[in-house]
């Protein structure tokens, strides 16, 4: 149908403060014709889980500065999972170690984008996601 | 497709959620659910709440689901926020202010993207109320920014309509302009605590006043004047009352929500909730009824018989009226 659009939850989990990042990403993937689901602040998995299937999203945006992405984004993981909503594709930004990136793969985290990384990279990884 | 139905009138949330997508979308999945879910609805309390952006909708909203929550009354939000007219994109942002209602599974919020067809969002807000009334939410709350006729539109879905103003947004002659201030069932001075909160009640009152017509009796030159109240109606007659808020407190929302119920005991009295059901049911059955003729007249058209025309037009050798008319013939 015409009528689809990519639908995306913008979340920021853990505690810390800085949203300029995820505010930058949720307007490029407005501008790029995406609905996006802005959620805010210090949102817990739990939060993130329960928005996502409210809204019926395909893809979740996850903004982590503040280093606990390997224990937030797993729990993101596992709660999806545990909704029936394993197929949401989860793209994670942030300040995340080279080392970590393996792992955050292997619990299914599609794209992972560091500082400097383009708003157009991450549009067009969204949309190649949905292509195949 | 699996089965989403049943589920969902099972209370099934992730099959809720994926209807509410196929309704937004306009899939035939969604049209026979609709079909299917139809004679479940009829049950729930639909109350609209509309006003200028930065007046605090969201942040009442939430509010007003806590309490009717505290009631034991599962609450559904639909929350329409604007797309963009040139990508079509949309950052969806109520559920920023709702951060208090997660965790609790008798609340349910969808964001809607208002997308930009003509009639199409009144349409579609509709069919998504009549899902969250099957699923068996016994309050539907629908936010919508009330900047023009399709928020007015879908503030008409509503049994009760609160409008949400806010102290320094505008003077009295904003509030005798026609316009959202007429849908008003119940009016909502927000931000109460703010300064200038007493005038925008005058304001309020006075057009109030002006619409809704009581008795005076006042001195003019030392003789008594009489005016007499403007209708002889026997029904009683419904004058919005005006409730002051602080959303980000609390303050005042016990009495909003003695006031929704009060608007909700009139509508049956009077029989005006019949009413209300009546035109919101013959208002979805125009749009769809104009929908399907205006595909069916574009699907009849042989290609490129559009574009000719306009060019003719464009041309001025054409009148759009004159060539609607030879259109119509041909289709």
Known sequence: ?132 | MPDLITPTLAGDKLSLSRLLSHIENDSEEGIRALDSLFPHTGKAHLIGVTGAPGTGKSSLVNRLALQFRSQGRRVAILAVDPSSPFTGGAVLGDRVRMRDLSGDPGIFIRSMASRGSLGGLAAASAAMTQAFDAAGYEVILIETVGAGQSEVDVARLAHTTLVVEAPGLGDDIQAIKAGILEIADILVINKADRPGADSTERALKTMLELAHPVEKVFQHHGKTFRTPAATANPAPLWVPPIRRSVATTGEGLPELLEAIEQHAAHLRLTGEWQKRDKARLETELELIVREALFAQFFAGLAPGVIEEHLQQIQRRNLSPREAARQLLREA
């Open chain 1, 1 to 132: 149908m015409t009528n689809r659009k990519i639908r995306v939850l913008v979340a920021k989990p853990g505690l810390d403060g800085h949203d300029r990042g995820a505010k930058v990403v949720a307007r490029a993937l407005r501008d790029a014709g995406m609905e996006v689901i802005y959620t805010g602040l210090r949102q817990t998995p739990e939060m993130i889980a329960e928005a996502a299937l409210q809204e019926d999203v395909d893809v979740i945006g996850l903004s982590i500065l503040s280093g606990a992405h390997m224990a937030l984004v797993p729990r993101v993981m596992e709660l999806l999972k545990a909704n029936g909503q394993e197929t949401v594709k989860v793209f994670l930004g942030g300040i995340i170690p080279d080392e970590d990136i393996p792992t955050l793969r292997q619990v299914g985290v599609t794209g992972v984008y560091g500082p400097g990384a383009s708003t157009d990279q991450i549009v067009t990884d969204i949309q190649a996601s949905f292509a195949a």
